[in-house]
């Protein structure tokens, strides 16, 4: 397979956007999500815009990114000395004489689209577009495929490293703190998302925020933890158990294990996210545990932590090659411990890979 650059990646992806415009009879289409607008230049700044129309490609930013944009976007780039992007944007969008423009209805405030509705000609028929952009990333190319199992590689590494540190006395504090520096040393540019850190009765909280208490012996233990790399994130719960497991605790980990394994062997391209979702449950529910995954079973992941698809039960898309999954299901009893073992997946042709390389057996140290 040919390798494409990041910039020339970027650049077919916005033709294939304007392509789309042109088929859904739209002139232009202003991005406002900032992740978007990554995706489609590569600029990774964090104040941008960008206008697409037949014949311009234009990403707008402010004097502080005058370099990086140049450096990192393959588009034409405005930079905005006064006032707010939108406002240079919307003189554009009136020179190029748009008339039907299409809007990222969930990426824009209230104020953004009244200054579009306010200053620009009544002519001008605004769309709200539904996750155009979005749709284009639910499906990973193989570079993409890349940083992310580079950041998963990552993620594994800094949990190894964190974890032989690990004593009782160790606050869930410190030890997050811990799992983001050896992060941060092999290569992150930072976590996905606040590392989750539970010891005992607080892993009953799926996102338990981690506090200046010891961890503790003889007590569950639960870390969910990403990293972000080359803008790419991963996501990996393991449950462990310092000191010495209980029966009790054996026989909930293996039946989240057993629901775990399940949900992965279900994945295939083809295959309703419901049907994955369902596939933990039930196995959970022969254990007379359903009632206790509170959750959803996993979600796609990328520039974001949570993407599209949702693993639910309501979630009508079905799997297809090329996407980042997460398996995640997991069991909260309150006031006793919560157990989650959560994998990054790549769907493939015939099923699909488990990237996360952590073993899944009980873990006690
Ligand atoms: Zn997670
Ligand atoms: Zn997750």
């Known amino acids: 397979m040919k390798k494409i650059g990041t910039r020339d990646e970027a650049a077919a992806r916005r033709a294939a956007l304007r392509d789309r415009l042109g088929a859904e009879k739209l002139q232009a289409i202003l991005v406002t999500s900032t992740v978007n607008v990554r995706y489609l230049t ?6 941008s815009l960008l206008l697409l129309t037949a014949d311009e490609e234009r ?9 990086q944009s140049a450096e990192e976007a393959s588009c034409e780039i405005t930079i905005v000395k006064k006032g707010p992007l939108l406002g240079e944007a919307i003189a554009r969008i009136k020179k190029a004489k748009i008339r039907k423009l299409g809007f990222e209805k969930s990426h824009i405030s209230y104020e953004s689209h009244a200054k579009l509705t306010e200053e620009l000609p009544a002519s001008v028929k605004l ?17 993409e495929i890349e940083r992310i199992q580079e950041s998963v590689v990552t993620n594994s590494l800094a ?7 690990v004593r009782p006395k160790m606050t869930e504090s410190e030890l997050a703190a811990e799992l983001d520096y050896q992060q ?12 989750i850190v539970a010891s005992g009765a607080h892993s009953a909280l799926p996102h338990a925020h981690p506090r200046h208490e010891a961890i503790g012996l ?13 803008g790419y994130m991963s996501d990996m719960t393991r449950t462990v158990v310092v000191g010495k497991a209980s029966r009790r605790m054996r026989q909930l980990y293996s039946a989240v294990l057993e629901a775990q394994l399940a949900a992965i062997d279900a994945v295939r391209p083809g295959v309703l996210c419901a049907e994955v979702d369902r596939r933990a449950r039930i196995t959970l529910r022969r254990h007379g545990l359903d009632k206790q995954f509170i959750h959803s079973t996993g ?3 990328g520039l974001e932590i949570h993407e599209p698809p949702r693993l639910g039960r309501t979630e009508v898309r079905t799997l297809t090659p090329g996407m980042v999954i997460t398996i995640e299901p997991g069991v909260y009893l309150p006031g006793e411990g919560g157990i989650r073992i959560e994998d990054t997946v790549l769907v493939t042709e015939t099923g ?5 390389p952590t073993p899944k057996d009980l873990l006690v140290i």
Do not use: I
């Open 42 to 47: 590569g600029f990774t700044g964090s104040n």
């Open 59 to 67: 990403l707008f930013t402010d004097p502080r990114y005058t370099t």
């Open 127 to 143: 769309t709200p577009l539904d996750g155009w952009v979005e749709e284009a990333r639910l499906v990973k190319s193989a570079s």
């Open 159 to 165: 949990f190894d490293r964190a974890l032989r540190r």
């Open 184 to 195: 941060r040393k092999l290569g992150a540019e930072g976590t996905a998302f606040a590392t």
């Open 218 to 230: 003889n007590r569950l233990l639960l870390v969910d933890m990403g990293a972000q790399q080359r």
């Open 299 to 301: 979600h796609g992941l």
């Open 352 to 356: 699909c890979d488990v990237l996360t």
